[in-house]
Each structure stands twice: as structure tokens, then as C-alpha cells.
């Protein structure tokens, strides 16, 4: 069973570009979350997606935000990039019949996005 | 507000010699509990989890971990570390939603860096 799968796995952008990243499941996983990873807030949580709809939300400005697909495949966008917004853009998917952590995550590598 | 501390940064530990990673967390209820691990250029792979019952939990690699109450803590161990073992280790809490429910999404410490010397 192929597992997450994250594109692009590195991107550079400028200031004030907007950028998208996408994130494929694993088959048959409904959820899809997203986490941003930096040195130095570490990991913290973006949002979740299921069955196409914003399921819970982290504490993120408005500058970041995502969508789901009827196959589940999910985007996140992030317009107006900061130097800020340089991190580690992890995916995970799990099955997510009901809200909760019950059903385990199953992580993406990650799409390393640089703003200069 | 839930938080998860992890008080070591960085830890180096002989190969073969036994391993302890601290995790302390903050919430109101039983939590549910995660360790995750990191290598280069990966993603997060889950080691094991706890969500209620025996305390200590069994997980991949040869790891275990023991749910402390009284302590707020839940612990990483291994009896004999291998080189490849020198990753980044995440420990984890299921968010609770504002009513108390599992909110779907973790809460994650800093993390400790592994290293494993020869």
C-alpha cells in the first residue's frame, strides 16, 4: 500500500508569493491534517479535512489555508509568504471515521518550503 | 491549555547501552498519549500509542513506555540501543476539543534529538 505522498518535496519562494502544496493519502484514508515544523515552535498543527470539509483548525492567521477533494487528496495554500512561514509542511492521513486521535496517522516526508 | 514538554534536547547514548527519553504532559483527563519518531528527510512514524488500560505499552523497534498518572509522565525506553536508532523522538497528546472530546489533532513536544555513538 503506497503511503502519503507530499509535492513538491522542496520549494523556494520570495516574500509576498503565495505558494501551494499538495498531499495525497494513503487509499482509503478520509482525513487528511496538516502540521507546520520549525526549529523553533516545532511542530504545531494547521488544520484537518474530512470528506471535503474543515474539520478542526489550528491557531494559524487566515494567510494559510487548505481544501480537500472528493478523492481526498488535500491542498494547503499559503498567501503572502514571511520569512516566518519557512518550515517543514508535513501531511498525515488516517482512516477519521469519527473525530479523535483513535485512528492512527500516517505521516508524509514533508514538503520543505524556503522564503527569502 | 494541554502542553506536552519534552526536557531534553539532545541525548547521546552508547550503542548497546539502555535508553530513557522524558515526556511530560499537561491535561485535565486521561490522556491519549503518542511517541513518534523523526529520521532525516522522513516523516513522523508512530512508535507506539496509549489510550487506556496497562500502563506500559509495547511498541515498534523494541520500544516500550509507562504511563505515570501521579507523575504527569509517559516515558520512552529501550534495553539496548542500535545505531540506527539515532533519530528525532516526538512525544505526543490527543487535543481535546472545548467540550472535552478528542479533538482529532496532537499536540506534540519539541522533541529529543537521539544521537548513538559507536
Known amino acids: 500500500k503506497a503511503g502519503v505522498t507530499q509535492t513538491p518535496r522542496y520549494l523556494i519562494k520570495t516574500r509576498g508569493q503565495q505558494v501551494t502544496l499538495s498531499c495525497s493519502p494513503i487509499s482509503g484514508h478520509r482525513s487528511v491534517s496538516w502540521y507546520q515544523q520549525t526549529p523553533g515552535q516545532g511542530l504545531q498543527f494547521l488544520f484537518e479535512?474530512?470528506?471535503?470539509?474543515?474539520?478542526n483548525k489550528g491557531n494559524f492567521p487566515g494567510r494559510f489555508s487548505g481544501r480537500q477533494f472528493s478523492n481526498s487528496r488535500s491542498e494547503m495554500n499559503v498567501s503572502t509568504l514571511e520569512l516566518g512561514d519557512s518550515a517543514l509542511y508535513l501531511c498525515a492521513s488516517s482512516l477519521g471515521g469519527t473525530s479523535g486521535v483513535y485512528n492512527e496517522q500516517f505521516f508524509g516526508p514533508g514538503t520543505r518550503l524556503t522564503v527569502l | 491549555a494541554q502542553s506536552v514538554t519534552q526536557p531534553d534536547i539532545h541525548i547521546t547514548v552508547s550503542e548497546g547501552a539502555s535508553l530513557e527519553l522524558r515526556c511530560n504532559y499537561s491535561y485535565g483527563a486521561t490522556p491519549y498519549l503518542f511517541w513518534y519518531v523523526q529520521s532525516p528527510g522522513q516523516g513522523l512514524q508512530l512508535l507506539l500509542k496509549y489510550f487506556s488500560g496497562d500502563t506500559l505499552v509495547q511498541g515498534i523497534k523494541g520500544f516500550e513506555a509507562e504511563f505515570k498518572r501521579s507523575q504527569s509522565s509517559f516515558n520512552l525506553r529501550k534495553p539496548s540501543v542500535h545505531w540506527s536508532d539515532a533519530a528525532e523522538y516526538f512525544c505526543?497528546?490527543?487535543?481535546?476539543?472545548?467540550?472535552?472530546?478528542?479533538?482529532?489533532?496532537?499536540?506534540f513536544g519539541k522533541g529529543t534529538k537521539l544521537s548513538v555513538k559507536p
Open positions: 505526543a497528546v490527543g487535543a481535546l476539543s472545548f467540550y472535552g472530546g478528542s479533538q482529532g489533532n496532537l499536540i
Open positions: 479535512y474530512f470528506s471535503e470539509t474543515q474539520r
